[in-house]
DNA sequence: TTAACTGATACTAAATTGGTATCAGAAAAA
DNA sequence: TTTTTCTGATACCAATTTAGTATCAGTTAA
């Protein structure tokens, strides 16, 4: 069972890839060619994501897309919610015989916990942290080659 | 985003079912009927519970299926697994260049967390837990038809 | 005026999902 | 002993989804 399928896979790189940029439009061509994601897939993923607000594009030459939130506002799951809808357990687990009423339904409440939970851990999870997280591997990774094995 | 399929989900329902029932095989066609499941579809279903062992099955006439586990014994990822496999967020999110070390990668660990907690999450919802529930629910309902609205 | 861009959208192959159909064999019951 | 009720195994199917491609139009900078 994969959570994440490729658009939101790419997309999140893409905004990884853009949250580390300096500043200035990136084209989608660039992209990628660094993260290694078809072209024209990628290209779907951006317009996407611009009409969602997470980028903002400029047409033309030396036009391009960057990031149009702060890295720490984008979570995982409004990617998610973009190009896979809300996170939900199951339509509705225990219809008909069994769940005669689904207003104050047991079951139903543990399924919107974890529901719940899931989103929440998603949402911890921002384009900002990951970009953190990165650097902070990157760094270690350059110490470590300093010293030889 | 769907996390349960039709599967999973019907499988789920029908280990309820048989672990509702007081003893003995109960048939296919009855958990069909009762639970409103495509026949040949649950076939196939129980099946697949069959071969990992969560439902103990009986030829010929008379005969039909019921829980190899006790209820509680029988937590909704077992189910998962055998219809959606392993929960897993991402197949390896960060790849190529922008992660170049997967052993020690930090992002890694936040997706696997998520992973881990997913599951330990499900694990916690058991056929029995869900049975308590409904019966709680149950009662609670009957008690309330006593009472004129 | 041309090259480098995005906007919009149509198309496709392959995989997955949800469901159906069939045939064989076991056991109980008639 | 034949018929009925059941599972075992497996092949098939249509619809949808997924992942990716292709095309054309319009915008902007050089
Ligand atoms: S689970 Fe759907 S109403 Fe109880
Ligand atoms: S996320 Fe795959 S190695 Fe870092």
Redesign the pocket.
């Known amino acids: 069972m994969k959570v994440l399928?490729?658009?939101t896979d790419?997309a999140v790189r893409s905004l990884i890839s853009l949250g580390m940029k300096p500043e200035g439009w990136v084209?989608?061509?660039v992209i990628s060619e660094e993260q290694s994601i078809?072209?024209?897939?990628l290209?779907?993923i951006?317009?996407e994501l611009?009409?969602n607000g997470l980028v903002l594009?400029?047409?033309?030459?030396?036009?391009?897309?960057k990031l149009g939130k702060e890295p720490d506002e984008i979570g995982v799951t409004d990617v998610i919610e973009i190009f896979?809808g809300k996170v939900q357990v199951s339509e509705c687990m225990f219809r008909k015989k069994i769940c005669s009423n689904r207003a104050n339904c047991v079951l139903r409440h543990e399924i919107m916990r974890i529901e719940r939970l899931v989103n929440q851990e998603f949402s911890k999870v921002t384009i900002g942290k990951l970009i953190a997280d990165l650097k902070a591997v990157e760094s270690m990774r350059s110490q470590q080659t300093k010293q030889p094995d």
């Open positions: 399928n490729k658009e790419y084209s989608a061509k078809p072209y024209q897939f290209r779907r951006l317009q611009i009409r594009s400029k047409e033309g030459a030396g036009g391009g897309v896979q």
